[in-house]
Nanobody, 126 residues
Framework: QVQLVESGGGLVQAGGSLKLSCTAS????????MGWFRQAPGKEREFVAV????????YYTEAVKGRFTISRDNAKNTASLQMNSLKPEDTAVYYC???????????????????WGQGTQVTVSS
């Protein structure tokens, strides 16, 4: 069982930055690929970014490439999402998710993730 807790959300003006963190319980954090997803009001939850369990490989949705950076620290059981040049359309509840991985496999499909956090609100004002 893995429990995930997100933090770092808030209200920011367009063009600003926020850093989200996801802290995981358990001793097998390095066995999980870590993903970030977001859900805006009235929309489906969508993929944002994922990082492999060893931190070497990452993948982003096109809308955030060049603005967001995903990272992880396996020694601290944390995954982070640095968000720069934020836009009003980035406004959503952001969720971190964990997928048990035998290899360094990344996936953008939310149905493949095993555990989810409770989410943290990010609001970008124009």
């Amino acid at each position: 069982q893995v429990q995930l807790v997100e933090s770092g959300g808030g209200l920011v003006q367009a063009g600003g930055s926020l850093k989200l963190s996801c802290t995981a319980s358990g001793r097998t954090f390095s066995s999980y690929a870590m993903g970030w997803f977001r859900q805006a009001p009235g929309k489906e939850r969508e993929f944002v970014a994922v990082i492999s369990r060893n931190g070497v490989n990452s993948y982003y949705t096109e809308a955030v490439k060049g603005r967001f950076t995903i990272s992880r620290d396996n020694a601290k059981n944390t995954a982070s999402l640095q968000m720069n040049s934020l836009k009003p359309e980035d406004t959503a509840v952001y969720y971190c998710a964990a997928r048990y991985s035998i290899a360094n496999y990344n996936t953008p499909f939310k149905g493949e993730y095993d555990y989810w956090g409770q989410g943290t609100q990010v609001t970008v004002s124009s």
